[in-house]
């Protein structure tokens, strides 16, 4: 299937590669396929990926009265201006609808927090396989997007019920000094007795918002508030203005900087709010998608007024933004003033919901969330290019589309299912990802071909209910030192186990599990290294057998090298460490006929080897 895609800056229109197949089971024979309803007792069907762990929500996160949700109410018109009685209806609807649900997660050390709208949840997972619930705060406002530096931990918050004290009674004015937006600061240095020590408010709110670490500026951390929802008054909030984009004051077409001192939190200050939107010939603020559709048979993309989410790479000085109606990328050399690299926009998306980059930064992967997250968007009778992931390398620090991937299964009319968020799976030799599909349950993918990304791992559940389609399923999922965290919006926390298969050794998954973290944020990526040891030689060379690049016998041979040099407790000077330099050689010589990732996988095994033979 073919697709045009759309640079905004300066229109330019390029054709884009076929899209790949899926794996060659069908569609319909795939065993997610007819699972049964439930809440606890829902139908099951996983490949390669085991479930290890289940927590239900805590009491005071689930309303007793409906502990699997209430039903979505139908889509309204979105022609109706937001004052209309039946979008205010729908509005409220769905505020309470989702006041009990799950949301991201962050990482510090053997705790995870996991993020509500009602609040935040503190796991134990020193044993990956029995987390335990530490402590629970119950802090109303939604979104519940949570990130940690050191004792800090940050939530974005939303919603006009949200109260500066964390009460949950709600706020009944149309205008009040007691409600919060914008971005919460807790001291957790004391994890199980958190404390709120700051609250920077905004005039969206935050819906998300990114930690960025500058490694030149040790004094301050900086988040990047992306705020998605109406704007305050200036009544209520000074600054704020919901003008339109003619409107040089209007709070929306930027995003939020703020500023928090490391030495004093409760001194964090909104200090920017740059404008990455504009058009950089003429300034005008609105200079990307203007919404709409994108001709007969397309999608119809929301606007770019805001980012929904924004993922840094301070290590490469790059931010991807998924922005409503376009892809971004970012410069954030200087973090406070981020600078526009390049914007494109997909006639397949609906809205760009948030990006992913490979470990070197030659990719982002874009996941775009069709329907919003609580519409069925994985039918038999959708598009796999809709509510799907695209994968673009960045060139010359510019993105180029290369490939489409969505989880293949159809799912039911119960079950909302698109793209949502998730995480590298840290394998060397290979970009692997494992991704969020709410309702569509956890998928593992490659998509070290950029241009063909595969399926290698999934697990799923059948619907909450089996006649209503009631909010539900994985809102994100993330590797985290050797498993899989997975916030199920209302089942709870769930964790998985890879397991070997043809497409994924034991090797494989080994070297990954020695990739350690002190503190994980998913939107803030830092760059992932593996030690030099026997255990990533042999991940390498089940790559490199896996792809025909070197034979059985070569194989073998190198094996066996690995097998005595790792049996020799004394390392001395022998004709081991000849042999060891010799297959590294004839690795080395093998790199001119070979392709470009294998080309990399055979220099970073030969590394290995060099680095044996120089230890003896």
Known sequence: MKSLLLCASGLAVVLVADIAAQPPASRSSDPRVGLKAGLRNAGVAARNLELVASLPKPTGFFDPAAPAGSAIPPPVDDKLPATDPAVVASRAAMTKILSFSNSDLAFDGKYAVLGSF????????????????????????????VSIFGTLLFMSVEQ????????TQGIQDTVSAERFRGVRIFDIS???RPRQI???????GSHTHTLVVDPRDKANVYLYGSGTSNVRSGEELAGCSSGDKEDPTTSRYSIDVIQVPVAAPEQARLVNRPRIFADQTTGAIAGLWAGGTHGEGTQKTSETNSCHDLTVFPEIGLAAGACAGNGILLDISDPVHPVRLDAVADKNFAYWHSATFNNDGTKVVFTDEWGG????????????????DAVFDIIDRKLQFRGYFKMPAPQTDQENCVAHDGSLVPIPGRDVMVQAWYQGGVSVF?????????????????PLDAHALILGGYWSAYWYNGAIYASEIARGLDVF????????????????????????????????????????????????????????????????????????RTPRPDGRATELAELAASLNRRVGNAPG??????????GILHTYAERR
């Open 190 to 192: 004391d994890i199980k």
């Open 497 to 568: 186990k890879l397991t070997a298969s043809d497409y994924l050794s034991q090797h494989e998954i080994a070297a990954a599990t020695l990739v350690h973290s002190s503190v994980f944020n998913p939107q803030a990526q830092t760059r992932i290294s593996w030690p030099a040891t026997s255990l990533v030689a042999r991940a390498y060379l089940d790559q490199l057998l896996r792809s025909h690049a070197v034979t059985r016998e070569s194989a073998d041979a190198i094996s066996k090298a690995l097998d005595r040099a790792d049996s020799d």
């Open 198 to 204: 700051a609250a920077v408010q905004t005039c969206r």
């Open 373 to 388: 997250g609580t519409q069925p968007r994985c039918r038999a009778t959708d598009p796999l290019d809709w509510g799907a």
């Open 597 to 606: 990732i294998d080309q990399r996988r055979l220099q970073a095994l030969a």
């Open 446 to 462: 490659d998509f070290t071909d950029s241009a063909h990304p595969v399926e290698i791992a999934f697990f799923d559940r059948g």
């Open 118 to 145: 009602h609040g935040f949840n503190t796991y134990d997972i020193e044993s990956s396989g029995k987390p335990r619930l530490v402590t629970s705060v119950v802090c109303p406002g939604g979104q519940g997007d």
């Open 160 to 167: 006009t019920l949200g109260r500066l004290d964390c009460g």
